[in-house]
């Protein structure tokens, strides 16, 4: 039987879906990453229906509750999108730094070159 | 010695035509950086026979500064005299800092503020503890950290070539005087503190203060 709260975690698992597939086709991520997070969408879902299918697999780590198990796993991969951004706004501070100090430079005229 | 005076300047449309004022009986080059300014910053900036530059958004005064004097640089300068735009530096100082370069043969020259009773006591005393650690840190101990009023020779910049954007240049060409063991002196200068809200804010210390820590660990 399904629960309240599995069944609103199935409906946003399936609204995820859907905006992956938008972004897909507005071509605002590439086929690689709409396979990519719909495979993580389903097995979300996957999980939800079947929590026990997690049980071996959180005892493998010592972790009692299959809740913990994925609070930690979404922690994880919170903390690595988080540093994936961190890193792709320091390359795009430095390109725009690089791109208006170059642009502001450009009527210098260099004194070794006269 | 060809010397260059590199000022960034942002939103300072109220000071910035009286510094270049007090300026205008400077006998060297001048350039001045409106680092993406809101006011009419630029507009007064372009009235002075001086050169002029323009970043099109707001950097910060390190990139500004970087852009000063990669331009003074190119154009044949030897040495840069760092000033700031809101008239805080007295250009009757600026001797001090070509005879410290030429006299002195000192890489980096550092102002040093002779303090009235008007800047905010916070101000003062995290100057002095900011001092105490890049002292401990470093090894090196300059006692105003954060006056924008300095010189260094083109050799100095190229070994000093900062990273920082912000406020935190400052700091960080002390920092990298220090791994780099370049020759440095500290000069007293007069300081005329205009503006209380303005400049390094508590927020841009501990942004300073973490990147000090950063720079321990990898330079």
Known sequence: ?114 | MKIFIVIPAYNEEEKISETLKKLSQIKYPIVVIDDGSKDRTWEYITKYKIISLKHKINLGKGSALKTGCEAAFKMGADAVILMDSDGQHDPADIHKFTRALKDDRAEIVFGLREYGTDVPLIRFLGNKIASVVISLLFGIYISDILCGFRALSRKAYEKVHWDSKGYGVETEMIVRTAKNKLSYSQIPIQALYHDKTKGVTLLDAFHILFDVLKWRINL
Do not use: C
């Open chain 1, 1 to 114: 039987m399904i629960f309240g709260f599995q069944l609103i975690a199935i409906v946003f698992a399936l609204i995820m879906l859907y905006f992956a597939f938008l972004h897909y086709q507005r071509k605002e991520i590439n086929g690689m990453e709409i396979v990519s997070w719909w495979i993580i969408w389903i097995v979300t879902i996957i999980i939800v229906i079947f929590p026990g299918l997690l049980k071996d697999f959180a005892g493998v780590f010592s972790i009692t509750r299959v809740f913990d198990l994925m609070v930690i796993g979404g922690f994880i991969f919170v903390i690595f999108l988080t540093y994936k951004s961190y890193i792709k706004a320091k390359i795009l501070e430095k390109k725009i730094e690089e791109l208006v100090r170059k642009e502001s430079l450009k009527d210098i005229k260099d004194a070794k070159k006269k």
